[in-house]
């Protein structure tokens, strides 16, 4: 059975959402953050030297880090939920533009306004930054419900997780990602994720 380790509310909440949403056995182990220690008292920076969430232990033993590579891997164990395009198709390489905009653009877009020791003033200039990443996500959801169109997929529970942490980090979001937002947490898989995280939508 695959082992997820996660820090509630981080990143690591969109391969514990694909997991629900692929209908597949799974565990869930949490991580304290400062001691990097695990729910059953292992260190975590021997489970991964990266010493960050998340990290998805497979089946065969092998750890699989990084939340773009986690629910591509996850998608295609179950090709039947479409949660992701097949692989080496146009839509694939479409979706794993979207995984690579969210990682590098937006979800990295917000990991200043999270350090203290980040002066106000700086923060202001990734706001504003982030703001010109968030409006090319909107623009691409303002006539469709998903990244991808019609169909849910993996992109969409990696935008909805990062997009969480906008009211803590007083982001705006636009009305076409606030109705986004509603959209993705209606999910019963999302509710599932975050209710095991202890989160609140």
């Known amino acids: 059975m695959?082992?997820?380790?996660?820090?509630?509310?981080?990143?690591?909440?969109?391969?514990?959402?694909?997991?629900?949403?692929?209908?597949?056995?799974?565990?869930?182990?949490?991580?304290?953050?400062?001691?990097?220690?695990?729910?059953?008292?292992?260190?975590?920076?021997?489970i991964n030297p990266k010493g960050y969430?998340?990290?998805?232990?497979?089946?065969?033993?092998?750890l699989l880090t990084e939340v773009a590579v986690i629910v591509q891997y996850i998608a295609d164990l179950v090709p039947d939920k479409k949660l992701a395009p097949p692989a080496g198709t146009m839509?694939?390489?479409?979706?794993?533009?979207?995984?690579?905009?969210?990682?590098?653009?937006?979800?990295?877009?917000?990991?200043?306004?999270?350090?203290?020791?980040?002066p106000e003033e700086t923060k202001t200039v990734f706001r504003e930054r982030l703001a010109g990443r968030l409006n090319i996500a909107a623009k691409a959801l303002a006539s469709k419900d998903y990244l991808m169109g019609k169909t849910f997929t993996v992109a969409d529970a990696y935008l909805y997780t990062v997009l969480r942490w906008s009211p803590r980090m007083n982001v705006d979001l636009s009305p076409?990602?606030?109705?986004?937002?509603?959209?993705?947490?209606?999910?019963?898989?999302?509710?599932?994720?975050?209710?095991?995280?202890?989160?609140q939508a």
Not at 11 to 16: E, F, K, N, R
Not at 27 to 33: D, G, I, Q, S, W
Request: net charge negative.
């Open 2 to 46: 695959q082992k997820l380790y996660y820090v509630p509310g981080t990143c690591a909440l969109c391969p514990h959402i694909v997991l629900h949403e692929a209908g597949i056995g799974f565990t869930a182990e949490k991580v304290n953050p400062k001691d990097k220690t695990t729910e059953s008292g292992q260190d975590y920076n021997a």
């Open 53 to 62: 969430v998340p990290a998805l232990l497979m089946n065969n033993g092998e």
């Open 91 to 118: 839509d694939r390489y479409h979706l794993q533009e979207w995984l690579n905009f969210i990682s590098s653009e937006i979800h990295k877009g917000y990991s200043p306004l999270f350090n203290p020791r980040v």
């Open 176 to 199: 076409v990602l606030q109705a986004y937002m509603e959209r993705i947490a209606a999910r019963p898989a999302v509710k599932a994720a975050m209710a095991e995280e202890g989160l």
